[in-house]
């Protein structure tokens, strides 16, 4: 009962803040306002007659045609610098010699040859530069919206005017070929179309041979007016091995033999343009072979927009007119062309930049409403969790009131659809979860207020001791600043390596660190509350130190954000298959097998410290034969993987088949690992129970078996202390080992236990699907949250019969840490750097139309770290009573302490460890309910901070670059933490439930 | 920091009043050597323009560096030998003075060389600009280190003592406490607007950061004796 309130408790605020998110970005990532209405040819652009006078010429629109057909060759990714030619360097500097440079060599010899019938232009992109945005962008005119970039596996097709329907309704035949995205965007818009699959960014070559399979017969036949052709190759490429590979040398030829023939095949009345769709990291394209006119910029201009101020309008058609007057008057006068060209080019560029000013402006109306609700919603969501998890602690906390709520907002959404459905309005699903959310959150309050809240002063309410709050701050503060937020993954170090320092000053601080006798006496009144030290001073200091170590070489692996080009990226984060020297590829996966086999080791060393691995329950067999089974079907899929191209031709089907069932086998074999330790968490070695001599009865102030919980309560810790004794009797007998028993760490470790194998079991397929050599920050990943976790638990005071408390800085440092390993595995919060390729673990042949598995696939790469972190959770209340045995061992090693201990009561002298919180079910879900919320609430402000700064700083600059991408990558991590949260403690719990079990038929069987 | 929980007992009135009196002499003592190692700081600024040709503070910061640490360690020996805040001294052998000036010597660089790592931990880059993060390594053990070594010795055991709660026993230690750890926090401090957009000359590292630790220094300088002042009521050390 108190189980099942904790968790939907948690799983109620949980949904206050989704709640909230979604209210939020309904009102702040609007969808583009699309305008239906297609302008014609009947209807000239602005005021008056166009001085073009086009009108009535044959096959003019607008203006009279200058070709009569086009042959659009676009060319994915290609980036500008593309197709500059090789001997291209600095004066001064040795020449470089890059695989892309100089490929593109008929490009810049019709330059050369024939200057007046080629140009070539670099053009400079918006953001977000996918593709199916850039086609949007080139065929519309239009600036593709944000909320675009999350649709690129399910594109829509384009309703605005766009420029294949302009040349469809004139009457052109559009004939296409490549990149299935453009199916999807122009249904039926072609009339004759070859499309290839798009998604599988592995394949170099299916997309590009398809397209020259069909490209010059179809211009032979003449059947056409205008030609497209994507080619994906280079984008491929680039996605697989980077431009800086040979293999991009390759293609890029192919492409320059590919402009080559066309170019050949050319006639007199057509225009060849070769454009890249955006590059790789700076975007770039070009055209080329005749000649471009500066009014091409405008043909898909829609004037027809009703939202647009008239005034602000007004004024650029006028700019508009003048401009093209004076072009006009440009082109009669070519005297003095070369003195007014500046001006015209001024003129016109200052027409398009206030047109883009006033679509961002039309476009991008925020809903302030919504925004601020959600906010609110967002702030209100914190704030709870501040309030419960203050109360979860205090003595008589009652679990009932925690399923009010949940009551509350179910009234709440029924009663709200039920109005709805009879003024029959539209259900917004939106809407309606905010209702709810706000419903159950009133009744809530005003119970907690009621039952706690009032009598205490509102300073216990905001428990954060000040440097963690401060720090705390800072890390909100970030939030706020767009080069701050751009800069997080070097910010994130250091503020953790702050909070690293800040907890080991404090522990010296508060002298838990130096033995008392050498401070000065400290003055009456205060020498009672200082406990003696657990560990001595280095003790801390090699922690801390040791976790700066890890922060610093995991920041090694660091991937730079666009904005800072003197940055480099670290070039441990590329796949080691894009690498060229054999014999650092070799090395490298050494290494890289060398760190999944020490993070093996290290999770296998901890279980058996701490005994369980002798269990013979099923998950530690599967700990001790199918861990090292899915390291080895990761080193081998590992090594097809960097080495596929290399295979030998026959071998190839062989390949890419173990390339598939590899990742599988390894994903299903984690998959049963996790089904199996939910069915048995329990992992203790049971060697009682064959009728050993009983020295001690058990004392029941009841006979019988025990009916009521009450009963176990009291039980179970005596039974479990009178089997420790009955091991330990039988180990002294057999004078195998010290004065501790090993059943003890078996039974005192079981939580820890189950939740260091099920974060072991998630590593893996998670580690699978990151290239080869974050492994090494994988094991980076373990080292450190171990070594903060003793850090924390020398600090964290044990109160024996409760109540059990996490201390803020604990999750503060657990959450920071969880962001810098987010930015360490090689992620950054904007699109473009999101890892593609992970959706090809496992599925080297793409997806076919199934959308929602390479999500899952590319999501579970992207929020690793926060799934891991947040499953981990517990740990941090665990952590504490799991230490408590290494500081009792120290203190018992001096000989002169053996009296001492003796006369210790009897559970000092031996370490209850977790079952300590056993001894206090009431304490122990209260403190599990506490960290959850505590989390909860350091990543509340998170999402809350991120929001506030897009909704405050929503005209700023960077808010499409910055704080948009900030917000929706921080929202989503906050969805996947929340639900490794509830999965972290559900699995506690589980574990809970079968020590009960357990121990209820333990207790049977001793009756018999 | 100390708190004021005990109050004086009755029967050590006299006593007290005693302890009050030489306390406020301390505390203009100690506002003095303060003053003198602002105005220290503030020489360093501006003496090295007479001799040094293009000499300011950001441009040849190094130099400033080299100065600014040179000064103040220089201030705060010459304070040490003149005030002799601690007289606890017994033995004063000519060969112990040596070893010991030889031990604080070896203290203060192994100090530099621990702030290096721990900066370079922090995130200063390992290879690049090692000679500015040394120096800055420098800079801010001449604020921290040294008036450690001055007043208490090479004794770590004494260091640790005054850097935790309840470990003070005299003014100058208090003081010793304020303007290390307000040193420190300057330094944190500096690095913080090191990734802003403001292209300014002194956001590079560690130019920011060692003016933090200055600012640092110097506020903890001012602090310290108005705060000990302000609070010398409540102030009672075992030893005074």
């Known amino acids: 009962m108190q189980k099942a309130s904790v968790l939907l408790f948690l799983a109620w605020v949980c949904f206050l803040f989704y709640a909230g998110i979604a209210l939020f970005t309904s009102g702040f990532l609007l969808t583009r306002l699309e305008l239906t209405n297609h302008s014609s040819c009947q209807e000239p652009p602005g005021p008056g007659s166009l001085p073009w006078g086009s009108q009535g010429k044959p096959g003019a629109c607008w203006m009279a045609s200058r070709f009569s057909r086009v042959v659009l060759v676009l060319i994915d990714a290609l980036r500008f610098d593309f197709a500059q030619p090789q001997h291209s360097h600095v004066p001064g500097e040795p020449p470089v010699s890059l695989p892309f440079l100089g490929k593109l060599s008929s490009l810049q010899r019709i330059l050369e040859i024939q200057p007046h019938h080629a140009r070539l232009y670099r053009s400079q992109v918006d953001p977000p530069t996918t593709t199916m945005q850039r086609l949007k962008a080139l065929t519309t005119g239009s600036l593709p919206t944000f909320i675009d970039a999350g649709s690129n596996f399910a594109s829509h097709a384009i309703v605005e005017d766009n420029l294949i329907k302009q040349l469809t309704s004139a009457g052109r035949r559009v004939v296409f070929m490549g990149d299935d995205t453009w199916k999807d965007l122009f249904p039926g818009a072609f009339s004759k179309a070859f499309f290839f699959p798009s998604f599988n960014v592995r394949d170099l070559d299916t997309v590009d041979n398809g397209i020259l399979e069909h490209l010059y017969p179809t211009m032979d036949s003449g059947e056409w007016d205008v030609l497209i052709a994507h080619f994906l190759g280079v984008d491929h490429c680039g996605h697989k091995h980077g431009p800086h590979h040979p293999e991009m040398a390759k293609k890029l030829s192919q492409m320059d033999q590919v402009i080559q023939g066309l170019v050949e095949r050319l006639e007199n009345d057509t225009l060849l343009v070769v454009a890249g769709d955006h590059g790789m990291t700076t975007n770039g394209d070009h055209g080329g072979d005749s000649e471009l006119e500066v009014s091409r910029f405008l043909h898909t201009y829609s004037a027809a927009t009703r939202d647009l101020q008239a005034k602000e309008l007004h004024q650029l058609q006028n700019l508009f007119s003048k401009a093209s007057a004076d072009y006009q008057w440009l082109l009669q006068s070519p005297r003095g062309a070369e003195a007014t060209l500046p001006t015209v080019i001024a003129e016109l560029q200052q027409f398009l930049r206030g047109a883009r000013a006033m679509c961002i402006e039309s476009w991008a109306r925020f809903s302030l409403v919504r925004m601020a609700g959600g906010t609110a919603l967002l702030a209100a969501s914190c704030f709870i969790c501040l309030l419960a998890s203050q109360w979860a602690i205090s003595p008589g906390f009652p679990f009932r009131p925690l399923l009010i709520p949940v009551a509350w907002g179910l009234v709440g959404a029924i009663a709200y659809a039920g109005l709805l459905g009879t003024i029959e309005l539209k259900l917004d699903l939106v809407l309606l979860g905010a209702v709810a959310a706000v419903s159950s959150f009133l009744p809530f309050l005003w119970k907690a207020w009621a039952g706690w809240g009032s009598k205490r002063p509102l300073a216990t309410l905001f428990p954060i001791p000040g440097p963690v709050l401060l720090l705390l701050l800072f890390r909100l503060a970030v939030f706020f600043s767009d080069s701050f937020v751009v800069a997080e993954a070097r910010a994130t170090p250091f503020l953790l390596g702050s909070f690293i320092l800040l907890l080991v000053v404090q522990l010296h601080w508060e002298g838990q660190l130096l033995p008392p006798k050498l401070l000065t006496m400290p003055r009456l009144g205060t020498s009672a509350t200082t406990n003696p030290p657990r560990h001595n001073g280095a003790y801390a200091l090699r922690l801390g130190i040791g976790l700066l170590l890890c922060t610093r070489l995991a920041g090694l692996f660091h991937r730079c954000p666009e904005e800072t080009p003197v940055c480099q990226s670290s070039p441990w984060l590329s796949p080691l298959a894009s690498m060229v020297g054999g014999r650092a590829k070799n090395l490298w996966y050494g290494a890289c097998v060398a760190a999944l086999v020490a993070l093996l080791a290290a999770v296998r060393l901890w279980l058996r410290r701490y005994g369980n691995l002798k269990s013979p329950e099923p998950p530690m067999l599967f700990v001790r034969w199918g861990l090292p089974l899915m390291a080895l079907g990761t080193a081998a899929y590992w090594a097809l993987a960097s080495g596929a191209d290399e295979a030998p031709p026959r071998l190839r089907v062989l390949v890419s088949g173990a390339s598939m069932v590899l990742p599988r086998a390894v994903a299903g074999l984690a998959a049963s690992g996790l089904a199996l330790l939910l069915w048995k968490p329990v992992t203790v070695l049971v060697k009682a129970g064959a009728g050993a001599p009983r020295t001690r009865t058990v004392l029941t102030p009841f006979s019988g078996p025990p009916t009521s919980q009450a009963d176990l309560d009291y039980v179970v810790p005596q039974i479990y202390r009178h089997m420790q004794e009955e091991f330990r009797g039988r180990l002294e007998r057999a004078k195998s080992q010290g004065p501790l028993t090993v059943a003890a760490y078996q039974l005192g470790s079981v939580y820890s236990a189950a939740m260091v194998t099920a974060l072991t079991l998630l590593a893996f397929p998670l580690l699978l699907l990151h290239a080869e050599r974050i492994s090494l920050v994988f094991l980076l990943l373990f080292l450190q949250s171990f070594l903060l976790l003793h850090l924390l638990a020398a600090g964290i005071p044990i109160t024996t019969p409760g109540p059990f408390t996490v201390p803020w800085q604990a999750v503060s440092a657990w959450a920071l840490m969880a962001t810098q390993t987010f930015y360490s595995t090689g992620h950054q919060p904007v699109f473009p750097a999101i890892h593609w390729h992970a959706a090809f673990v496992g599925f080297p042949e793409g997806h076919g139309s199934r959308t929602w598995l390479p999500a899952l696939l590319v999501g579970a790469n992207t929020f690793a770290s926060h799934l891991l972190f947040a499953v981990g959770c517990p740990l941090l209340l665990l952590w504490p009573f799991l230490c408590e045995s290494q500081g009792l061992r120290k203190r018992q090693q001096p000989p002169g302490n053996e009296a001492d201990s003796r006369v210790r009561p009897e559970e000092e002298e031996e370490p209850l460890m977790e079952m300590r919180l056993r001894d206090g079910p009431h304490h122990f879900y209260a403190a599990l309910l506490q960290l959850g919320l505590k989390y909860l609430f350091i990543l509340g402000i998170q999402i809350l901070a991120c929001a506030l700064a897009a909704s405050i700083l929503r005209r700023h600059l960077m808010v499409w670059k910055v704080f948009a991408p900030k917000f929706i990558f921080e929202a989503v991590g906050f969805v996947v933490s929340s639900v490794g949260l509830l999965l972290g403690i559900a699995l506690v719990m589980r574990v809970d439930g079968a020590v009960s079990s357990w121990f209820r038929q333990l207790f049977l069987a001793q009756q018999r | ?240």
């Open chain 2, 1 to 240: 920091m100390v708190g004021g929980s005990s109050s004086p007992l009755p029967f050590r009135g006299r006593l007290a009043i005693q302890e009050n009196t030489m306390k406020d002499t301390d505390i203009k003592r100690l506002l003095y050597t303060h003053l003198l190692c602002i105005f220290s700081i503030i020489l360093s600024v501006f003496i090295p323009s007479l001799f040094l040709e293009n000499f300011s503070i950001l441009e040849t910061h190094l130099t400033w560096l080299c100065i600014c640490s040179g000064f103040v360690t220089a201030v705060n020996l010459v304070l040490y030998l003149v005030v002799k805040p601690n007289t606890s001294s017994k033995r004063s052998s000519l060969s112990h003075k040596v070893t010991r000036f030889l031990k604080c010597c070896i203290y203060f660089l192994m100090s530099c060389f621990s702030f290096h790592v721990i900066f370079v931990l922090y995130g200063a880059p390992l290879i690049e600009l090692a000679l500015e993060t040394f120096l800055f390594a420098v800079i801010l053990s001449a604020f921290t280190t040294v008036p450690c070594l001055c007043l208490l010795g090479p004794n770590l055991k004494a260091w640790l003592r005054v850097f935790s709660r309840n470990g003070v026993t005299s003014i100058w230690e208090n003081s010793l406490q304020i303007t290390t750890i307000s040193s420190f926090v300057g330094a944190w401090l500096g690095a913080l607007p090191i990734p802003l957009d403001w292209e300014r000359p002194w956001q590079v590292w560690p130019i920011s950061c060692t003016l933090g630790a200055t600012f640092g220094y110097v506020a903890g300088l001012v602090i310290s004796p108005l705060w000990i002042y302000w609070n010398r009521k409540q102030l009672t050390y075992k030893n005074n």
